[in-house]
């Protein structure tokens, strides 16, 4: 996984080749894939290492570890977000789906394991809508400054497992 090869299951219409923003983040961090995942899975937590998130409130599905189907609000970019699980395959892949006005998105995710404990994850987000077709220039930078620390954040909280 480098460059700009995709290792995301695209939904047909979010495919990076015709969305206007296609954002792409990789980082590879000291904590065994169980356990990064294990953060994912758990979207009410994400604001405890993302400060890009806020507001994280379950819709309907289970919680607080999310199942296929599972779709949560949350706050981000300073939009108000409803998101779906859409795959799930712990400990390797996560990715929802995401309507907010003006637009519709797709984020996935994919851990890697790697010697000696580690993994590397990359994510992937596209966006489109009359929304993102004007934003995307501006949004491409944001988003993949902000994801990165995301994943940034992720690798401090997953030293440890999440709390029950």
């Not at 395959?89 to 309507?99: D, L, N, T, V």
């Not at 993949?144 to 992720?154: A, I, K, M, N």
Request: charged share 25%; aromatic share 10%.
């Amino acid at each position: 996984m480098s460059g700009e090869d995709t290792v995301i299951r695209w939904p047909e219409r979010h495919r990076p080749e015709v969305s206007p923003l296609h954002a792409v983040n990789e980082l590879e961090i000291g904590a065994p894939r169980e356990r990064v995942f294990a953060w994912l899975a758990r979207p009410e937590l994400w604001p405890s290492f993302y400060g890009n998130c806020r507001w994280v409130r379950r819709l309907d599905g289970a919680w607080p570890n999310v199942e296929l189907g599972t779709r949560f609000r949350w706050l981000t970019f300073g939009v108000l977000v409803v998101s779906e699980i859409v795959e799930l395959e712990p400990p390797e892949r996560i990715a929802w789906s995401a309507k907010e006005l003006g637009a519709s998105g797709h984020h996935g995710w994919v851990l890697e394991k790697r010697r000696g404990g580690r993994t590397f994850i990359r994510t992937e987000e596209t966006q489109r809508g009359p929304a993102m077709r004007l934003a995307a220039p501006a949004m491409r930078r944001l988003m993949t400054r902000y994801h990165q620390r995301w994943l940034e954040g992720l690798a401090r909280v997953a030293t440890e497992p999440p709390a029950s």
